[in-house]
């Protein structure tokens, strides 16, 4: 996982809006994807995506020891996302940005 530096246009309100995306996944993405002034930014559309699809598989792996160390790395994006770091995760980051969400 690579980061990159933060655009300048980023708002701490965003940095906090993608970091519980990760935190609270998949239900603070959902909510996002209903706020009109929150769902077109940038950086909060990046990651929240990524966040959602995260959350899913989770979700999908919590019966399992897997499920633990999926939420461990989803603690850690949202922490990276909340210092302003865009969150590349390895197959996800390029499933978002190919089907054109991010």
Do not use: H
Request: with cysteine.
């Amino acid at each position: 996982m690579s980061q990159a530096p933060i655009s300048p246009d980023v708002t701490s309100d965003d940095r906090l809006w993608a970091a519980l995306a990760y935190v609270f996944s998949p239900l603070i993405p959902i909510i996002l994807m209903l706020m009109e002034d929150k769902k077109n930014r940038p950086y909060i559309k990046a990651n929240n995506v990524q966040a959602l699809i995260l959350g899913i598989i989770t979700v999908v792996t919590s019966a399992f020891c897997v499920g633990i160390l999926v939420l461990l790395y989803q603690l850690y994006c949202g922490y990276q996302a909340y210092q302003g770091q865009t969150v590349n995760i390895p197959i996800i980051s390029d499933f978002v940005k190919n089907q054109g969400w991010a």
